[in-house]
């Protein structure tokens, strides 16, 4: 695992080495163990690497890593699972090998392959392949997007970087805020590929490469896409399809339990790790080191005593995290300073500290990311089925008594009432538009209420538009007989690699973790899409088939307990004690800084927020992480 980053001129301008330096002095905690710089002929070229030791710890496996006789060049982030298999091919095609693990492999299918090569890597990547000879080469990036890779590009000079902080030194680029992400962070909490908070940086998408020339640098181009097509499976089949399902999962740890370093999982006392942990048990025979993470007085989000249950069943080595509310606050200013760019996922909170406690005892951890989006586990996937149960309802009914019991409840994800009603108004939010739009509407973290917060109405529905344009083509490439899969489609390449895989490898990293995620193993992945939803989501069970295929492996207090999200009680800390943290960073100058938003309607959000007349935890917090990113880099005096 790895930190990358590199220059490449296209005017023949030679590369400032430093630049290099100071870029691998930014991505030092991705890879403590090596950094190295390689400048290439004619100082048109520079690749520089920061080094993580999981596989082969020699020295003789540290990047910038070459061959051909000093032609052919490679820096690369992550791990290739079946490298083992790869490099038999290579060596019977005549491909010699000086070190055991898998970045000289990447390179050799590279040289050998091309483009061609990612079809066959199972693993997750992000990695830039240079022929000094030619002066050609390629960035690419895993199919999910499990690994960054961000860049910018001129006429000039392409450079590039496992993150945006390190892009930052490597070239003098016009750094002008993008509004259309901050619309989109704060409309969804998050920035969607291909863009970034900056008008001139790009995300390289999931499953796609971009190749360049002494010339210039081409468009990205998709070399993956999950399945369209579904398979013919039918209500018979279903047996079988769980046991299919449970073997695909046994054999995607059993790949990612490779490791020259100590290897561990994440245990939240959820299905989707807890399947995990039953897995990676039965694959090393000997007792797990598990993780987890709790909070004094907040039982609402405290979620360790379904860990300890799958602990116990697995024979695990456990250790909990208990954090204090002055944990959780001590730890907010060090993560915000961590990011380059607004991240409105507060769950990046108790993933940095649960990584940071977990690096103590293991380098690698596996954990339980992606099930939701595969399987249905969101309550938003059951909102189309609880829309048209609600709709069933006299209208009479529904505006006379439902719904203004509803609006008078007081919202608040730290009570099960509370949540019900906050969820039960976000799902009203959907009225009659078609399951895209259905489905971004119950998306967003934005509420109507809260709309005022942007100065123009126009830039929330140009915001919608795009993502219900990205939401409506994914479904008209998957199975349209089924659509509920599209949306999950959807999500997968939309929303995960947003959100999800961002925030866990920015929290991972931050502490030199790995992270490894099995539900996005190609073969899981690809019989998840092939099931129809109702195998996932049926008469208001989520993840159904997850739940039946563990029958009798997990406890059935984890299989039957209702859905937690793994959260910080942020939205009871903004009421109290990150009260003025938020307002000694949410000012009146950084508001208007974006000449976007209102600041009377963030002062009238917060203090709804307050009196619990509406839950505004999501929002508030990617309002604190936008102002606090621009104050810290500079556009505002601190």
Partial sequence: MCGICGIIRFDARPVEANALERACATLRHRGPDHTGVWVGPGGVVALGATRLKVLDPSTKADQPLHRNDGRCHLIYNGEIYNFRELREELIAAGEPFATDGDTEVVLAACVRWGVEGFQRFNGMWALAFYDSQNRTGFLSRDRFGVKP?????????????????????????????DPQAVVEHLQFGYIAHPATIYRSARRL??????????????????YYEPSRSRAPFTRDDYGDVCVRLRRRLADAVVRRRVSDVPI????????????????????????????????AGQKSYDETAYARLAARRFGTEHHELILTERDVLDAIPNILNHLSEPVGDSSIIPTALLSQFARRFVTVALSGDGGDELFGGYWRYLGHESLAAYHRVPRFARRLFVEPVLHSLAASKSSALGNRARQFRKLLRAGDDDMPARHIAWSRILSPEAESLLLDHREILDCDRRTRRIARDTLQRSDGNDPLNGILAFDLQHQLPADMLQKVDLASMMHSLEVRVPFLDPAVVELALAMPSSFKIDRGRRKRILLDAYRGCLPDEILDRPKQGFEVPVGEFLRGPLRDMFHDTVTREAAGSFGLLSFPAIETIYRDHVARRAEHADLLFALLSLCWWKRREGHLAN
Avoid: K, Q
């Fill in 205 to 222: 998408p999931p499953g796609h490469y971009v190749t360049f020339d002494r010339s210039g640098i081409g468009a990205p181009t998709r």
């Fill in 264 to 295: 561990g999982a994440f245990l939240s006392g959820g299905v989707d790790s807890s399947i995990i942990v039953a897995n990676l048990a039965e694959a090393i025979g000997r007792p797990v080191c598990t993780f987890s993470v709790g909070y």
């Fill in 149 to 177: 890779l961000f860049y910018i590009a001129d006429d000039r000079a392409l450079c590039f970087a496992s993150e945006l902080g390190a892009l930052t030194t490597l070239a003098d680029w016009d750094r002008s805020v």
